[in-house]
């Protein structure tokens, strides 16, 4: 660890941090007697700790946010000329990264025009919101504000987004939520008999789970239904890839009750899956499709909320209402960083073709994963698409009875003890917090993935015998 603190230095950032830091997704109590960790630099694949212990970084960051890896210079290097000649102004105005930015994008989502820039994905899933709620008002009488969610996928902290929110655990003690939010099964195979399909399987139950989707909006009214909002791969409620058939069918039944496809890419934009967008595995057509993390790999914030032209066109008015286009701002999108990184952050993806990388490397550790499966009679299933990978942990494949989440942490805390940071569900969904979450860095290489799988082959013996 190069430029490491003196150990007084880092005594005094640890003390500070206990006394001032409120951390993220974390309960405080334990740091009276223990210290909290402290990530002091990052290079590639690898971070260091304020011990100097050294980690392999299997999960992006923390939250599948790292893409491109630690330690870009030439992303700092843009973002620190870009702040010297115009750090900001407000998004009522362009910039010249914003542009270049917006039309490097785009050229990457075919069928997609505008680019409304933010900063987080929670915010850019309330921006989409927003958006559906006032064409409903300008263009079905203040019919159609119904916003449709998918049990088990997470659209972010905010209360709205919370109000789309299919993880129950995460929602507690937090409401009341907003109106006109209502949620549709899951569409996750191994776990079928949860939604009534036990007795279909492949592309036959890809369109029956998104059928319950048409029993949803026929029960609330096509006509009261303005939007429905899904991941494209459920990421925190268990990484789940929808089966053969559904999206589809999913497409065909917006399209048949004139609902508008929202897209949450928050997670598995800009390459996470081996293409830029997880929906474009799938040949479908989105009408807003959102983002965030790894959009310029957690250098600069930056969120988007991504539309079609039709979209987009709804807004125009030449009335004098006070409303007659989108009445919304986010202050720090106006911030030129952002664009400024993602831009070279995508620059960076194409040029040392990461996209590749992640379908070759996301193959490797899947085969890895399932090869621990044979091994581990824990692991139920595996599952994933490119470096998005996750393995549910069981009791008893038959029954498929979750392990509990003391001992999901067990695995991962025996892992990070062997150096290798892994993810995992934990406190989102209630008795189903038992998936083993795996996104590394796009840069990801054989010899990576090979340890990464290894620590989590050891912790399995040694958790489980």
């Known amino acids: 660890m190069d430029g490491a603190l003196k150990e007084n230095d880092i005594s005094h950032v640890v003390e500070a941090d206990k006394a001032h830091v409120w951390h993220h997704l974390t309960q405080h109590k334990p740091f009276e007697t223990v210290d909290p960790r402290i990530i002091v630099e990052g290079k590639g694949m690898r971070v260091w700790d304020q011990n100097g212990k050294e980690y392999i970084d299997a999960v992006s960051g923390g939250v599948w946010t790292v893409n491109v890896g630690y330690g870009r210079e030439s992303i700092a290097d843009v973002v620190r000329d870009q702040l010297v000649t115009l750090n900001y102004f407000a998004g009522s105005a362009g910039s010249i990264p914003g542009a270049m930015f917006s039309e490097k994008l785009i050229s990457k989502m075919p069928g997609m025009t505008r680019v409304y820039i933010t900063n987080s994905g929670s915010e850019a899933n309330e921006k989409a919101f927003k958006m559906v709620r006032q ?153 807003f499709v959102t983002m965030a993390k790894g959009v310029a790999s957690g250098y600069a914030a930056i969120a988007c909320c991504v539309t079609t032209e039709k979209v987009f066109e709804m807004f125009k008015d030449n009335s004098d209402d006070v409303l007659n286009h989108f009445r919304d701002i986010s202050t720090f999108g106006g911030c030129t960083a952002g664009p400024a990184a993602a831009l070279e952050n995508m620059r960076i993806i194409e040029d040392e073709g990461l996209l590749e990388n992640t379908t070759k490397m996301g193959e490797r550790m899947l085969g890895n994963l399932k090869a621990l499966m044979d091994k581990h009679a824990v692991i139920g299933d595996v599952r994933g698409k490119g470096l998005f990978l996750g393995a549910e942990l069981v009791k008893d494949r038959e029954t498929k009875e979750p392990v509990s989440e003391k001992d999901i942490a067990a695995v991962v805390a025996d892992c990070g003890a062997q150096g290798v940071i892994i993810g995992a569900s934990n406190r989102s969904i209630p008795g189903r917090n038992n998936v083993l979450c795996f996104s590394p860095a796009l840069i990801v290489t054989a010899e990576d993935v090979d340890r990464i799988t290894d620590a989590v082959d050891n912790a399995l013996a040694k958790v489980f015998g």
């Open 135 to 287: 064409i409903a008002h300008k263009r079905y009488g203040g019919k159609k504000t119904k916003i449709l969610y998918r049990d088990r996928d997470y659209h972010g902290s905010t209360l709205a987004a919370m109000s789309a929110g299919g993880q129950d655990e995460r929602n507690m003690q937090y409401g009341p939520f907003a109106p006109d939010f209502v949620r549709v099964p899951h569409c996750m195979e191994y776990r079928k008999d949860e939604i009534g399909l036990g007795h279909v399987s492949g592309a036959e139950f890809g369109r029956a789970a998104a059928d319950l989707i048409e029993d949803v909006i026929l029960r609330e009214g096509p006509d009261t239904v303005g939007a429905l909002c899904l991941e494209p791969i459920t990421a925190g409620g268990g990484v789940i890839e929808p089966p053969e058939g559904y999206w589809d069918r999913v497409r065909e039944i917006c399209d048949k009750y004139d609902i508008l496809l929202h897209i949450d890419e928050v997670v598995c934009g800009l390459g996470r899956t081996g293409t830029w967008f997880g929906y474009q595995h799938y040949g479908i057509q989105p009408d």
